[in-house]
């Protein structure tokens, strides 16, 4: 069973920027490809951002050009850069296989004030 835990998220200001970081056990992780998702408050789940295992990259029109996703698979472990921070970022942030089959982590909590 993987086990997934995020971090990286706090309190940032609008234009600001945070990376986020998720470590992943096993050694599954190279070969899959995975994902960043978030949730706002009274909202679903959603994806933002997929990198294949072999790097290629995907984003939600909502963060596509701001945010950046990259993964280590040496260290099993995948980044998300997020730049130009607006308040409708504001979510808990978690990572996952896509599609998303692991248990969920804990996520990491980013807030963007105005």
């Known amino acids: 069973q993987v086990q997934l835990v995020e971090s990286g998220g706090g309190l940032a200001q609008a234009g600001g920027s945070l990376t986020l970081s998720c470590a992943a056990s096993g050694s599954t992780f190279r070969i899959n490809a995975m994902a960043w998702y978030r949730q706002a408050p009274g909202k679903q789940r959603e994806l933002i951002a997929r990198i294949s295992s072999y790097g290629s990259t995907n984003y939600a029109d909502s963060v596509k050009g701001r945010f950046a996703i990259s993964r280590d698979n040496a260290k099993n472990t995948m980044y998300l850069q997020m730049n130009s921070l607006k308040p409708e970022d504001t979510a808990v942030y978690y990572c996952?296989?896509?599609?998303?089959?692991?248990?969920w982590g804990q996520g990491t909590m980013v807030t963007v004030s105005s």
């Open positions: 996952n296989r896509d599609p998303p089959v692991w248990a």
